[in-house]
Protein backbone atom coordinates (compact mmCIF):
# COMPACT_ATOMS: atom_id res chain seq x y z
CA UNK A 1 0.00 0.00 0.00
CA UNK A 2 1.75 2.98 -1.18
CA UNK A 3 1.85 6.14 0.84
CA UNK A 4 1.97 10.01 -0.52
CA UNK A 5 3.23 12.77 0.76
CA UNK A 6 1.65 16.04 -0.66
CA UNK A 7 2.63 19.88 0.07
CA UNK A 8 -0.06 21.83 -0.15
CA UNK A 9 -1.00 25.72 -1.09
CA UNK A 10 -4.44 26.83 0.42
CA UNK A 11 -6.47 30.23 1.25
CA UNK A 12 -8.22 29.03 4.28
CA UNK A 13 -10.80 31.77 4.23
CA UNK A 14 -13.77 29.81 3.00
CA UNK A 15 -13.01 26.72 4.93
CA UNK A 16 -13.94 25.80 8.67
CA UNK A 17 -10.29 24.93 9.12
CA UNK A 18 -7.66 21.96 8.24
CA UNK A 19 -9.96 19.38 10.67
CA UNK A 20 -13.18 17.81 9.12
CA UNK A 21 -16.45 18.81 11.42
CA UNK A 22 -19.77 18.26 11.61
CA UNK A 23 -20.38 21.02 9.33
CA UNK A 24 -19.20 23.14 6.78
CA UNK A 25 -15.75 22.49 4.20
CA UNK A 26 -12.56 21.65 5.88
CA UNK A 27 -9.24 21.65 4.31
CA UNK A 28 -8.94 17.89 4.82
CA UNK A 29 -12.34 16.88 3.57
CA UNK A 30 -11.78 18.78 0.42
CA UNK A 31 -8.21 16.84 -0.51
CA UNK A 32 -9.96 13.51 0.90
CA UNK A 33 -12.96 14.23 -1.90
CA UNK A 34 -10.23 15.10 -4.33
CA UNK A 35 -8.41 11.56 -3.74
CA UNK A 36 -11.71 10.05 -3.88
CA UNK A 37 -12.59 11.57 -7.14
CA UNK A 38 -9.76 10.18 -9.32
CA UNK A 39 -8.85 7.02 -7.24
CA UNK A 40 -12.20 6.11 -6.07
CA UNK A 41 -10.77 5.64 -2.64
CA UNK A 42 -11.95 6.58 0.65
CA UNK A 43 -8.37 7.98 2.35
CA UNK A 44 -7.81 9.63 5.74
CA UNK A 45 -5.51 12.78 4.96
CA UNK A 46 -3.41 13.62 8.04
CA UNK A 47 -1.50 17.25 7.69
CA UNK A 48 1.23 18.52 9.34
CA UNK A 49 -0.92 21.47 11.07
CA UNK A 50 -4.12 21.66 11.57
CA UNK A 51 -4.63 25.30 10.90
CA UNK A 52 -7.95 27.15 12.67
CA UNK A 53 -10.87 28.48 10.31
CA UNK A 54 -9.20 31.90 7.62
CA UNK A 55 -5.60 30.73 8.45
CA UNK A 56 -4.05 30.23 5.38
CA UNK A 57 -0.74 27.68 4.01
CA UNK A 58 2.15 28.43 1.22
CA UNK A 59 3.53 24.71 2.47
CA UNK A 60 0.93 22.39 4.53
CA UNK A 61 2.65 18.76 4.17
CA UNK A 62 0.20 16.19 4.32
CA UNK A 63 -0.19 12.19 3.67
CA UNK A 64 -2.40 9.14 2.73
CA UNK A 65 -2.48 5.58 1.59
CA UNK A 66 -3.94 4.04 -1.18
CA UNK A 67 -4.50 0.42 -2.12
CA UNK A 68 -2.32 0.61 -5.74
CA UNK A 69 0.49 2.34 -6.92
CA UNK A 70 -0.33 5.64 -8.95
CA UNK A 71 2.38 8.11 -10.47
CA UNK A 72 3.07 10.31 -8.38
CA UNK A 73 2.76 13.53 -11.27
CA UNK A 74 -0.22 12.00 -12.25
CA UNK A 75 -1.56 12.22 -8.35
CA UNK A 76 -1.26 15.96 -8.14
CA UNK A 77 -2.61 16.74 -11.42
CA UNK A 78 -5.27 14.28 -10.34
CA UNK A 79 -5.78 16.26 -7.01
CA UNK A 80 -5.50 19.43 -8.53
CA UNK A 81 -8.10 19.16 -11.00
CA UNK A 82 -10.18 17.61 -8.73
CA UNK A 83 -9.85 20.48 -6.30
CA UNK A 84 -11.44 23.24 -8.28
CA UNK A 85 -12.65 25.57 -7.64
CA UNK A 86 -11.89 25.29 -4.34
CA UNK A 87 -8.67 27.64 -3.29
CA UNK A 88 -6.70 24.90 -2.62
CA UNK A 89 -3.09 23.35 -5.55
CA UNK A 90 -1.09 20.18 -4.25
CA UNK A 91 1.75 21.77 -5.46
CA UNK A 92 3.90 18.33 -5.01
CA UNK A 93 3.58 14.89 -4.69
CA UNK A 94 5.71 11.91 -4.02
CA UNK A 95 5.64 8.54 -3.15
CA UNK A 96 7.17 8.11 0.33
CA UNK A 97 7.93 5.30 3.01
CA UNK A 98 5.27 3.72 5.54
CA UNK A 99 7.04 4.92 8.58
CA UNK A 100 6.72 9.08 7.14
CA UNK A 101 3.85 10.78 9.21
CA UNK A 102 3.06 14.50 7.80
CA UNK A 103 2.52 14.77 11.77
CA UNK A 104 4.59 13.24 13.91
CA UNK A 105 7.76 12.98 11.49
CA UNK A 106 7.94 16.96 11.63
CA UNK A 107 11.14 18.55 12.65
CA UNK A 108 10.11 22.05 12.70
CA UNK A 109 7.31 24.00 11.63
CA UNK A 110 7.30 27.53 10.43
CA UNK A 111 4.91 30.34 10.23
CA UNK A 112 4.16 34.06 9.27
CA UNK A 113 2.29 36.43 10.34
CA UNK A 114 1.55 39.60 8.11
CA UNK A 115 0.09 42.89 9.60
CA UNK A 116 -0.43 45.71 7.10
CA UNK A 117 -0.50 49.14 8.34
CA UNK A 118 -1.65 51.99 6.02
CA UNK A 119 -4.64 54.35 6.74
CA UNK A 120 -6.63 52.64 3.64
CA UNK A 121 -7.99 49.11 4.53
CA UNK A 122 -6.82 46.16 1.98
CA UNK A 123 -8.39 45.55 -0.80
CA UNK A 124 -6.02 42.52 -2.98
CA UNK A 125 -5.25 41.36 0.29
CA UNK A 126 -8.61 41.54 2.39
CA UNK A 127 -8.87 38.44 4.36
CA UNK A 128 -4.97 37.99 4.14
CA UNK A 129 -3.36 40.40 6.45
CA UNK A 130 -4.16 42.05 9.68
CA UNK A 131 -4.92 45.86 9.35
CA UNK A 132 -4.14 48.33 11.31
CA UNK A 133 -5.15 52.06 10.45
CA UNK A 134 -2.02 52.96 13.26
CA UNK A 135 1.53 52.49 12.64
CA UNK A 136 3.33 50.13 14.59
CA UNK A 137 6.90 50.55 16.08
CA UNK A 138 8.07 47.28 14.88
CA UNK A 139 11.70 47.97 15.97
CA UNK A 140 10.09 47.62 19.43
CA UNK A 141 8.27 44.51 18.36
CA UNK A 142 11.37 42.58 17.29
CA UNK A 143 13.14 43.36 20.75
CA UNK A 144 9.91 42.18 22.53
CA UNK A 145 9.94 38.96 20.16
CA UNK A 146 13.06 37.62 22.16
CA UNK A 147 11.41 37.28 25.52
CA UNK A 148 9.57 34.31 23.60
CA UNK A 149 13.11 32.57 22.97
CA UNK A 150 13.75 29.07 24.13
CA UNK A 151 11.82 26.87 26.53
CA UNK A 152 9.13 28.18 28.45
CA UNK A 153 5.35 27.44 29.94
CA UNK A 154 3.45 29.06 27.45
CA UNK A 155 -0.12 29.01 29.42
CA UNK A 156 -0.72 32.86 29.07
CA UNK A 157 -0.21 32.21 24.99
CA UNK A 158 -2.25 28.75 25.10
CA UNK A 159 -6.90 28.63 23.61
CA UNK A 160 -8.94 27.76 26.61
CA UNK A 161 -9.72 24.55 24.18
CA UNK A 162 -5.90 23.62 23.71
CA UNK A 163 -5.29 19.90 23.66
CA UNK A 164 -1.89 19.85 24.20
CA UNK A 165 -0.58 17.41 27.03
CA UNK A 166 1.63 20.46 28.19
CA UNK A 167 1.88 23.94 28.00
CA UNK A 168 5.57 23.83 27.86
CA UNK A 169 7.31 24.62 24.34
CA UNK A 170 10.35 25.55 22.60
CA UNK A 171 10.65 28.67 20.14
CA UNK A 172 13.21 28.57 17.84
CA UNK A 173 13.21 31.70 15.86
CA UNK A 174 11.08 35.14 16.53
CA UNK A 175 11.75 37.54 13.70
CA UNK A 176 9.91 40.70 13.53
CA UNK A 177 10.69 42.40 10.28
CA UNK A 178 9.11 45.41 8.14
CA UNK A 179 8.72 45.78 4.25
CA UNK A 180 6.79 49.23 3.51
CA UNK A 181 3.94 48.97 5.48
CA UNK A 182 3.91 45.48 5.95
CA UNK A 183 5.29 43.75 9.14
CA UNK A 184 6.14 40.67 8.99
CA UNK A 185 5.99 38.26 12.17
CA UNK A 186 8.36 34.82 11.63
CA UNK A 187 8.30 32.05 13.98
CA UNK A 188 9.79 28.60 14.31
CA UNK A 189 9.34 25.47 16.60
CA UNK A 190 9.02 22.00 16.52
CA UNK A 191 5.28 22.74 17.12
CA UNK A 192 3.19 24.51 18.33
CA UNK A 193 -0.28 24.88 21.23
CA UNK A 194 -3.45 26.03 20.05
CA UNK A 195 -3.56 29.75 19.02
CA UNK A 196 -0.41 30.02 20.51
CA UNK A 197 1.52 32.10 17.42
CA UNK A 198 -2.26 34.19 17.05
CA UNK A 199 -1.89 34.69 20.70
CA UNK A 200 2.07 35.89 20.54
CA UNK A 201 1.35 38.64 17.75
CA UNK A 202 -1.44 39.92 19.11
CA UNK A 203 0.24 40.40 22.20
CA UNK A 204 3.64 41.48 20.39
CA UNK A 205 0.72 44.38 18.59
CA UNK A 206 0.41 46.26 22.21
CA UNK A 207 4.12 46.62 21.83
CA UNK A 208 4.23 48.04 18.82
CA UNK A 209 0.96 50.55 19.51
CA UNK A 210 3.38 51.41 22.63
CA UNK A 211 0.52 50.45 25.06
CA UNK A 212 2.63 47.40 26.14
CA UNK A 213 6.99 47.54 27.08
CA UNK A 214 8.90 44.37 26.19
CA UNK A 215 8.62 44.17 30.41
CA UNK A 216 4.90 43.95 30.33
CA UNK A 217 5.31 40.83 27.69
CA UNK A 218 7.48 38.82 30.43
CA UNK A 219 5.64 39.73 33.09
CA UNK A 220 2.18 37.88 31.14
CA UNK A 221 4.68 35.03 30.14
CA UNK A 222 5.79 34.04 34.06
CA UNK A 223 2.02 34.74 34.97
CA UNK A 224 0.86 31.90 33.27
CA UNK A 225 -2.06 32.65 33.05
CA UNK A 226 -4.48 33.12 30.06
CA UNK A 227 -6.31 36.36 31.03
CA UNK A 228 -3.06 37.99 31.20
CA UNK A 229 -2.48 37.56 27.30
CA UNK A 230 -3.42 40.21 25.17
CA UNK A 231 -6.05 40.13 22.06
CA UNK A 232 -5.19 37.54 19.92
CA UNK A 233 -4.75 38.19 16.44
CA UNK A 234 -7.43 37.31 13.83
CA UNK A 235 -6.79 34.18 11.98
CA UNK A 236 -6.85 36.02 8.34
CA UNK A 237 -3.22 37.11 8.97
CA UNK A 238 -1.59 33.39 9.73
CA UNK A 239 0.83 31.61 7.31
CA UNK A 240 1.92 27.95 7.66
CA UNK A 241 4.76 28.37 5.36
CA UNK A 242 6.89 25.25 5.79
CA UNK A 243 7.75 22.22 7.59
CA UNK A 244 11.02 20.12 7.85
CA UNK A 245 11.66 16.54 8.21
Known amino acids: MPRFRITIEY ?25 RGFSGETVSIRGAGRTDAGVHALGQVAHFDLSK ?6 VRDAMNFHLRPNPIAVLTAEVTDDAFDARFSARKRYYEYRILTRRAPPIL ?75 MVGSLKLVGDGKWTAGDLASALSLQRREACGPVAPAAGLYLVKVDY
Open 69 to 74: PWDAGR
Open 125 to 199: ERHRVWWTMRDLDSDMMAEAAKVFLGTHDFTTFRAAQCQAQSPVKTIDSFEVLRKDDVILCRVSARSFLHNQVRS
Open 11 to 35: DGTPFVGWQRQAEGASIQGVLEAAV
